[in-house]
């Protein structure tokens, strides 16, 4: 597997169809328990905050077995925060390889934000209630929001709010930011990842 720097010094890509992996075909779960594991390490050698990018666009098969040891257990274990404030982005066109991502993805009630290349516009894969999925594409499209202003464009009280991005955050699809709000106070504020 190649591991290229992107753009940003937080924001790694890998590329699945490169290296010792089976190249185009990946298929059976022993071959996506050892691609998770490289994954894995390369997730915890990105600082706080960074996200690598998973780059599938090379392969040309991808069985259920292998999409959901790979993606959808590293998914859940990101989801669960082992790997902490650490993302994971799906690089993919939108063709027919994504429907074991999305399978497994649904299966297990995950979802991952997916981009057709590095800086396209993003989409997701897997499931997330509809109110979720709106307030992650008002985070998306202002870049970067407070919980007061996201609150108000959304029409909720900024408890609702804040429950909904911290949703989002724990399942990897935002950065969530706690700052310090005079006096004494706290003020969230939530980040897109691609």
């Known amino acids: 597997m190649a591991e290229d720097q992107s753009r940003r010094g937080s924001h790694r890509v890998f590329e699945i169809a490169s290296g010792d992996f089976g190249g185009k075909l990946m298929v059976t779960r ?17 600082p706080q905050g960074g996200a690598l990018f998973v780059d599938t666009r090379g392969v040309e098969l991808m069985d259920y ?23 994971l982005v799906l690089v993919e066109e939108d063709r027919d390889l994504l429907e074991n991502v999305e399978a497994s993805l649904r299966q297990r009630s995950l979802a991952m934000v997916r981009v057709d290349e590095l800086g396209s516009e993003p989409g997701l894969v897997g499931k997330v209630p509809d109110h979720l999925v709106d307030t992650l594409w008002a985070i998306y499209d202002a870049g970067s929001i407070t919980n007061a202003d996201l609150a108000k464009k959304l029409g909720l009280n900024h408890t609702a709010c804040n429950n909904r991005a911290t ?28």
Do not use: C, N
């Not at 077995?65 to 993302?87: I, P």
């Not at 935002?174 to 700052?179: A, P, S, T």
């Open 30 to 46: 022993r071959t996506g328990r050892a691609v998770r594991e490289v994954l894995g390490e390369a997730l915890e050698a990105l």
């Open 65 to 87: 077995s292998f999409a959901d040891e790979a993606l959808g257990v590293l998914v859940s274990r990101v989801a669960g925060g082992e790997y902490g404030e650490r993302h």
């Open 167 to 194: 949703r989002l955050a724990k399942l990897g699809l935002i950065r969530r930011k706690v700052e310090t709000a005079a006096p004494g106070g706290r003020q969230y504020s939530y980040e897109r990842i691609a």
